[in-house]
């Protein structure tokens, strides 16, 4: 059977994923009456994924068209996960690039281009959503030539086939349809993966596959993924395991599965340009080679780009630790972190003292990461993000740049640009766009963005799209400046009342409601200036003055607490902060919880 490898690319939110269900539905993957066949975004099973809208987690899936097996392979679109982009691009000898008519070419369709050029894998673009009221085809597809233009290694490069499409219903035409409304289905693009994406090589010689990707389940263990590059693997064989410190392993594969459509098939053996998933393996890592043991060759692994990113995590301290989680000590989280390592690959980790610093590429990548370990049952401690500076060969400190692109209505041009100017963001591109917003590509320290979406947001009730990626390293130049007030503490554990958050909340706004538990040193609210100030939020209105005071608890209208997410929690947190995790609860600490010891430890490092 013939066989093409095609990898899905695109920025978050293009339609990729969409465009995936199409084609499996279309394709016959699923009976009429399975539950899939209704489905939607049907490649992303992980909770949050569905609940974000984004891929987080390259996945592998299988079709067959006119007797063609085509591998699948769907790819994040958000440049935090580009570890997963990377290392599974690998497997494919072409890609679908599915850019959004309206929004054209965004930073992340940039990132995934390029790697996709540099593998010299051969492109097809895909300008999806053409029935949005705001596409404008002809402009996207300027812009994507123009993007060609810019990052092509090779002239053959410049010359790719575009299709036209409306993921969420299946339509695909090679040319721009007079009337979207007509029917079509994603077969045009079938039959163009197969026409224009090359076969995989089928190498001749003895066994070797490179490792892109594990996976688990409790029947069969371990499932080592990749593309096998030459030769054959037949069950039972006994193969080497090359690590990257030259270690060799012999082992024995015990079984060998395929795709398709969603599920792994197993099958007696594979051959050279098959994605397959080998069981029986043990100790394997991403980016070890499986070879024959007559000629062990190692196979080069794609060099991941370096985390930009790094978080302290640490096992509860608060008062409250041990109460709404499982997992609670310093043993499981390191327990945890190195399960992770195993397969998250642009994830990095290093000890300090009883804490771990884990290195990612981005607030969304280490945020994800995160809030698994929560829903996991774990309970921690997590400080600031801190971005992680390099020296260059003349001794300078270097910090990671990103691209921030913005797409606002016109009223709020001036208050975003003054934002972002504010901290060191320096206005590279400002443009209208079709559908009376503008365009705003700025370059701005990644410290610069810590904070700064949810007030960007703020200024643009809620309008704002806001976009950015990794571009570069580079000197250090600017101060940022801080753009938050000082918080509300708590000076008394307890449960807080309506009285005493009443009496709060004439300083600033509340975190938290009446009933709920609170501590000496939480934080639970942000204070109208811009200096931390404790309050009493447990205080009660003593029942000797009820009938005097004229006002009753009962009497009391709060305004509702503002509940904040993980990733809101996180761009919140000063350096003198904690951000406590658990199952059920996100609450905001100081490092010092006691008064007393917090204003000498500031009167000290004031000194």
């Not at 079709?63 to 997963?84: R, S």
């Not at 009285?499 to 975190?511: C, E, H, P, V």
Request: hydrophobic share 35%.
């Amino acid at each position: 059977m013939e066989l093409r490898n095609c990898a899905i690319i695109a920025h978050v939110d293009h339609g990729k994923t969409t465009l995936v269900d199409a084609l499996l539905k279309q394709a016959n993957i699923f009976r009429e009456n399975e539950s899939l066949q209704s489905q939607k975004l049907i490649m992303d099973s992980k909770d949050q994924e569905r609940e974000r809208g984004i891929t987080i987690l390259a996945k592998n899936t299988a079709i067959i068209y006119n007797d063609i097996k085509i591998n699948i392979i769907d790819t994040p679109g958000h440049a935090d996960f580009g570890g997963e982009v990377e290392r599974t691009l690998n497997m494919a000898e072409g890609a679908l690039l599915i850019v959004d008519a309206a929004e054209g070419p965004m930073p992340q369709t940039r990132f995934v281009l390029k790697k996709a050029l540099d593998l010299d894998l051969k492109i097809i673009v895909v300008i999806n959503k053409i029935d949005k009221a705001n596409a404008d085809i002809e402009k996207a597809l300027n812009e994507t030539e123009s993007l060609f233009l810019d990052l092509a290694n090779k002239e053959e490069q410049l010359d790719f086939p575009v299709f036209y499409a409306i993921g969420r219903e299946g339509k695909v035409w090679e040319e721009v349809p007079q009337d979207i409304k007509e029917e079509s289905t994603v077969e045009p693009l079938l039959k163009g993966i197969v026409k224009y994406i090359p076969e995989p090589k089928k190498e001749e010689g003895e066994f070797q596959m490179l490792v892109n990707n594990l996976d688990s389940d409790q029947y069969k263990g371990l499932y080592v993924i990749g593309k096998i590059k030459r030769g054959k693997i037949k069950k039972r064989e006994e193969v080497l395991v090359l690590s990257e410190n030259d270690k060799q392993s012999r082992q024995i594969v015990e079984g060998i599965y395929v795709n398709k459509g969603l599920k792994r098939i197993e099958v007696e053996e594979a051959s050279a340009g098959e994605i397959v998933a080998l069981t029986g393996l043990k100790q394997v890592k991403i980016g070890n080679t499986i070879t024959s043991t007559k000629n062990p060759e190692r196979l080069p692994f794609t060099e991941i780009q370096e985390p930009t990113m790094k978080i302290r995590i640490q096992a509860n301290t608060s008062p409250f630790s041990g109460k709404e989680g499982e997992f609670v000590t310093s043993r499981n989280l390191l327990a945890r972190i190195n399960k992770e390592l195993e397969t998250n690959v642009a994830m990095k980790m290093e000890m300090d003292n009883e804490a771990f610093l884990v290195s990612g590429r981005g607030e969304l990548h280490l945020s994800v990461f995160l809030e698994d370990l929560r829903r996991e049952g774990y309970e921690m401690e997590v400080g600031k993000p801190q971005v992680i500076t390099k020296k260059d060969e003349k001794g300078r400190t270097l910090e990671p740049i990103e691209q921030l692109m913005i797409f606002v209505e016109d009223t709020f041009v001036g208050g975003i640009t003054s934002l972002v100017l504010k901290r060191g963001g320096i206005l590279k591109e400002q443009m209208p766009t079709k559908d009376g917003q503008t365009k705003l590509l700025f370059e701005i320290p990644t410290r610069g963005l810590l904070g700064l979406r949810s007030k960007l947001v703020s200024i643009s009730k809620g309008t704002a799209v806001i976009n950015s990626t990794f571009i570069r390293f580079d000197l250090i130049n600017t101060k940022t400046q801080k753009i938050r007030n000082g918080v509300l503490i708590a000076s008394q554990t307890g449960k807080a009342s309506s009285y005493g958050l009443n009496i709060a909340q004439g300083r600033g706004i509340t975190f938290v409601g009446p009933g709920e538990d609170v501590y000496e040193g939480m934080v639970v609210g942000l204070n109208s200036k811009h200096q931390d100030l404790e309050v009493n939020v447990v205080k009660t209105k003593r029942a000797t003055n009820v009938r005097t005071g004229g006002l009753k608890d009962e009497g009391i209208i709060l305004t509702p607490p503002k509940k904040m997410t993980l990733e809101e929690a996180l761009n919140f947190i000063e350096e003198d902060e904690l951000l406590e995790l658990t199952p059920k609860s996100i609450r905001i600490r100081k490092k010092i919880l006691n008064s007393a010891l917090r204003n000498k430890a500031k009167r000290n490092a004031q000194k």
